[in-house]
T-cell receptor, first 109, second 113 residues
Framework: GQQLNQSPQSMFIQEGEDVSMNCTSSSIFNTWLWYKQDPGEGPVLLIALYKAGELTSNGRLTAQFGITRKDSFLNISASIPSDVGIYFC?????????FGKGTRLHILP | NAGVTQTPKFQVLKTGQSMTLQCAQD?????MYWYRQDPGMGLRLIYY???????DKGEVPNGYNVSRLNKREFSLRLESAAPSQTSVYFC????????????FGQGTRLTVV
């Protein structure tokens, strides 16, 4: 079946550093979404991207929909302790949504 | 604004017991979903209801049944729990089945011993 390859699986960074993660697929998607899951909670939608090439920001978060429609990346600038969690990408085509396996972000004091 | 509410938050079952996980949404969404989340596996779709009155199998439906009770509520039933069903279960809703944005509940952490 369709798969999303999300990388890296986990990251350990210092507070204040910038973070970059991405998702790639062999399939084309119409919409890319990025979610964050805090420990013990459900995923929360951060950013939705609807057009190839689209670059969207939400505070310190920036995400882009790849030109080929097969990839997307998420950047977090100047990380803070509350950025800790698991970040999921998701791609949608027609009625199917496929989730990546997540990037677990750890922030060292 | 509650969004998607799941009950219970935690549950321990013995092998062979049955239970129903409840989910309700107050956003007037048409479509509702049940996922399970296991370490290293991401979110896997168990069953979904694209609209009131319909239900369909997802990626991992075996051992589960669902009921779309009304537009607000979508329950997941384990008839005879097995240790392999130990997982965190999430309910989600979307405005429509062709709409990408999903809103998730807080999850039910289920342990089957």
């Amino acid at each position: 079946g369709q798969q999303l390859n999300q990388s890296p699986q986990s990251m350990f960074i210092q507070e204040g550093e910038d973070v970059s993660m991405n998702c790639t697929s062999s399939s084309i998607f119409n919409t890319w979404l990025w979610y964050k899951q805090d420990p013990g909670e459900g995923p929360v939608l951060l950013i939705a991207l609807y057009k190839a090439g689209e670059l969207t920001s939400n505070g310190r978060l920036t995400a882009q929909f790849g030109i080929t429609r097969k990839d997307s990346f998420l950047n977090i600038s100047a990380s803070i302790p509350s950025d800790v969690g698991i970040y999921f990408c998701a791609g949608q085509r027609d009625d199917k949504i496929i989730f990546g396996k997540g990037t677990r972000l750890h922030i060292l004091p | 604004n509650a969004g998607v509410t799941q009950t219970p938050k935690f549950q321990v079952l013995k092998t062979g017991q049955s239970m129903t996980l409840q989910c309700a949404q107050d956003m007037n969404h048409n479509s509702m979903y049940w996922y399970r989340q296991d370490p290293g596996m991401g979110l896997r779709l168990i069953y979904y209801s694209a609209s009131e009155g319909t239900t369909d199998k997802g990626e991992v439906p075996n051992g589960y049944n669902v009921s779309r009770l009304n537009k607000r509520e979508f329950s997941l039933r384990l008839e005879s729990a097995a240790p392999s069903q130990t997982s965190v279960y999430f309910c989600a809703s979307r405005m429509g089945h062709l709409v990408a944005e999903a809103f998730f509940g807080q999850g039910t952490r289920l342990t089957v011993v």
